[in-house]
Each structure stands twice: as C-alpha cells, then as structure tokens.
C-alpha cells in the first residue's frame, strides 16, 4: 500500500468531501472542535485559503488524510477511519513540522480532547510538550532557530 503526500491541489474538492463524509461526528469535533456537518465552502477554504498550507495523503488516487497548517502554528490533521493506525497521522504532521520548519516557522501547536489517545500519541512521538487539562489537551512544540 503505497501512501503518497503531496500539497492540496484544486482538484481534491470531491476527494476531500469523501474524507469528511467518511468521519463520525466525534471525528469532526476532534478536528475542527466544533460539532457541524463539513461544508463545501470549507473544503475550498482547505484548498484556496493562502493563509494556511494543506497537505495531503492519498492511496491509489483516494484521499486519505488531510492536514493544514495555519499561520499561527496550530496544526490539526484528519485521516479515514478505515485508513487509521498505519502511520499516516504521524507522517502528516510529521511533514507539515518540515514544511512549517522550511517557511521559518519555530513553534508549532494542536488542541484536542482528553481521550484523543492516537492524537495524544502523534504529539509525544513528535517531541510536543502535552499539558492535559480536564476537558483539553495542549500541545506545544518550540524548535531551537537553529535546528
Ligand atoms: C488522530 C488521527 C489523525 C490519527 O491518525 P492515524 O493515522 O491513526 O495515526 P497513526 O497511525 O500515526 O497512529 C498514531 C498513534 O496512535 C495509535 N493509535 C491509532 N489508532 C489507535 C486507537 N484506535 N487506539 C489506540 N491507539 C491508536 C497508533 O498505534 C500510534 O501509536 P504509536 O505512536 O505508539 O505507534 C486519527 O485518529 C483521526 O483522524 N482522528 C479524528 C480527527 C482528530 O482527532 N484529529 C486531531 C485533531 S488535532
């Protein structure tokens, strides 16, 4: 199974809207802290939105996992519940750390909940500094200028 990640492209608006129609609506407040269902004026904001950069994962022309990165360092990152536990929520925010880290940036960021355990996990593994709050999880990642 040969996962590619690449940058968002205008054409990935029906693959993204598949990717969120796949999600449960714990899904959707994990990724976007807000219960709602996705709207294509969202999924064009993923694509078109010059203050934030997408990245994608895709297998066999599907798009699997979906990650941005804001100007602000907070990162937040979905990937299809049939395509979970294989490593490609880590190698998105992985990549996005590098590509965040190539524009400059120093400090990187995601808030979730509690009993996000993969999430959680994505974050230790990364080296993030993770304070779980009672109804919060914040995560912070401060990288050295020079490194
Ligand atoms: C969080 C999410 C992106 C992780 O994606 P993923 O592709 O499954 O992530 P990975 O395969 O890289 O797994 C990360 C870690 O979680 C573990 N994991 C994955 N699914 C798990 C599960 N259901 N239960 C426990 N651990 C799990 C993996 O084993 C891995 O652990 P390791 O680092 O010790 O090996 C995915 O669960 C998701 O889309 N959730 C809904 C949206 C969301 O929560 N977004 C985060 C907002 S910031």
């Known amino acids: 199974m040969k996962v590619v990640y690449r940058l968002v492209k205008k054409d990935d608006f029906n693959g993204l809207l598949e990717l969120y129609d796949s999600l449960s609506p714990d899904d959707i407040f994990y990724r976007f802290m807000s219960f709602h269902k996705i709207s294509p004026e969202e999924i064009s904001f993923l694509i078109n939105d010059k203050n934030h950069v997408t990245i994608v994962a895709e297998i066999d022309g599907k798009v699997v996992g979906e990650a941005s990165l804001f100007g602000d ?10 395509y979970r536990n294989r490593g490609i929520g880590t ?42 709050k009672e109804d919060e999880v914040v995560a912070v990642l401060r990288l050295d200028e020079r490194s």
């Open 73 to 82: 360092g907070e990162i937040a990152v979905v990937v299809h519940p049939q």
């Open 91 to 132: 190698t998105l925010v992985k990549s996005l750390i590098d590509l965040g880290k190539s524009l400059g940036m120093t400090t990187f960021k995601f808030f979730t909940l509690p009993d996000n355990i993969p999430m959680i996990k994505i974050g230790r593994k990364l080296g993030f500094d993770i304070k779980i």
